[in-house]
């Protein structure tokens, strides 16, 4: 059964705590994202890795962190640098298609909540 | 330029008409534009995508339609059902680039 799994469902995290998400993926894909998703709000990526042992920063990775030590994980580390961390947060992993762009799937997500 | 706006930020229909959601881009270098569907609590799920080759794909009750000229492509759901009722995202991507997403439509069918 191929998919992405992301663990765990809900998090509660106390303010000055440091908290990591689960992305496991068994589709072989290269490449694996995160994104952060608030209320009434689109998706706003976080880090993103193309192989393993390489990660970029998206538009908001101040405050997180996260490592690909394996093609299957990408663990997302919300630090206590981060001021506002409630919200709902989606990984996912892409393949390039045959015909030449990204498809990408998507977890069904983690929501975190600061106590 | 990498925005992608999305209109209109809710809709409610009623249960057998059309909804239609539209959007709209910058980047002539976008060459993909998937629509994504999700459901409160769960992670988004490719529903159609397009190329910009072609001006309609349909899957369905599900129509995507393009007009390059206007850099603008809209999802059409026909005979719209409760259980359609969901957040829809637009996208965009170009070779190599991330995904530019959509900020979401939230659509109600009511039964």
């Known amino acids: 059964d191929g998919g992405i799994t992301q663990s765990p469902k809900y998090l509660f995290r106390k303010e000055g705590q440091n908290v990591t998400l689960s992305c496991e993926q068994n589709l072989n894909h290269d490449a694996m994202y995160w994104y952060r998703q608030d209320p009434g709000q689109g998706l706003r990526l976080i880090y993103y890795?193309?192989?393993?042992?390489?990660?970029q920063k998206g538009d908001i990775a101040e405050g997180y962190s996260v490592s690909r030590e394996k093609k299957e994980s990408f663990p997302l580390t919300v630090t206590s640098a981060q001021k506002n961390p409630t919200a709902f947060y989606l990984c996912?992993?892409?393949?390039?298609?045959?015909?030449?762009?990204?498809?990408?799937?998507f977890g069904p997500g983690t929501r975190l909540t600061v106590l | 330029q990498q925005q992608v706006k999305q209109s209109p930020q809710s809709l409610i229909v009623q249960k057998g008409g059309i909804s239609i959601i539209n959007c709209a881009y910058e980047?002539?270098?976008?060459?993909?534009f998937p629509w994504y569907q999700q459901f409160p609590g769960k992670g988004p799920a490719l529903l159609i995508a397009?190329?910009?080759?072609?001006s309609e794909k349909k899957e369905g009750r599900f129509t995507i339609s393009f007009n390059k000229s206007a850099k603008q492509f809209s999802l059409h759901i026909m005979d719209s059902q409760p259980g359609d009722s969901a957040t829809y995202f637009c996208a965009a991507v170009s070779y190599g680039q991330n995904f530019v997403f959509g900020p979401g439509t939230r659509l109600s069918v009511l039964p």
């Open positions: 996912a992993s892409s393949i390039l298609t045959s015909g030449g762009w990204n498809e990408q799937f």
């Open positions: 890795s193309q192989i393993v042992n390489d990660f």
């Open positions: 397009i190329r910009p080759d072609v």
């Open positions: 980047n002539t270098a976008f060459d993909y």
